[in-house]
């Protein structure tokens, strides 16, 4: 498994402006993600993070709005820039540990979240 | 398109009751399914990951199991602590990248005792 801590754990943020959040683990993983879990439903996958590379952005996600960052194999932020009511949300960070090859199939690993409410 | 519906969306059960829940789910190509526990105000715990149809794996009180069209998670004597949300979560062989994972939207297991 990995340990993985997220930070801030949780915060309270005005609408119109921007929170990074923090994603550390504790060895080198292949790839790294970030979630969005709303209030009452699953996750919903936002982008991969590459290292050394933009990150890979899923359907309806843009990275003006979720600019994410990897500077390297432990590491990721992700920001929620210009926000609104409707991106309160707990944010996971995901990481697969193993080689980026053939266990594709291998688990994902969540952190423990950060819990942004929007006012 | 793709599809993972779990069922039931919640479930109340008496400690020592046995059960199960469901996760069913409309895809092609299945390379995985996953299972995973998720306490309130923190981020899911891998539990299981399941290959292929008639493949079983335990772990104390649970069990999962999987058939081509769905997984189910056995819940045997449970206790309070076994209280969660439980998550399953599917991937597939797409066309692009294997990257992604389906989550279901999750049973809400409360044991009561």
């Known amino acids: 498994s990995a340990v993985i801590s997220q930070k801030p754990s949780r915060d309270i943020c005005q609408r119109g402006t921007s929170l990074t959040i923090q994603c550390q683990v504790d060895?080198?993983?292949?790839?790294m993600f970030w979630y969005r879990q709303q209030p009452g439903q699953s996750l919903t996958l936002i982008a991969t993070a590459n290292q050394g590379s933009e990150a890979t952005y899923e359907s309806g996600f843009v990275i003006d709005k979720f600019p994410i960052s990897r500077p390297n194999l432990t590491f990721s932020t992700l920001t929620v820039s210009n926000m609104s009511p409707e991106d309160s949300s707990i944010y996971l960070c995901s990481v697969k540990k193993g080689g980026a090859g053939g266990r594709d199939v291998d688990p994902r690993f969540f952190g423990p979240g950060t819990r942004l409410t929007v006012l | 398109e793709d599809q993972v519906t779990q069922s039931p969306e919640a479930l109340r059960l008496q400690e020592g009751e046995s059960s199960s829940l469901n996760c069913s789910y409309t895809v092609s190509g299945l390379r995985g399914l996953f299972w995973y526990r998720q306490d309130p105000g923190k981020g899911p715990e891998f539990l299981f990951t399941?290959?292929?149809a008639g493949e079983e794996k335990e772990k104390e009180r649970l069990k999962a199991t999987l058939t081509k069209k769905e997984s189910f998670l056995h819940i045997t004597a449970p206790k309070p602590e076994d209280s969660a949300t439980y998550l399953c979560a599917v991937q597939i062989v797409p066309s692009g990248s294997a990257r992604q994972l389906t989550f279901g939207s999750g049973t809400q297991l409360t044991v009561l005792p």
């Open positions: 399941l290959y292929s």
């Open positions: 060895s080198q993983v292949t790839m």
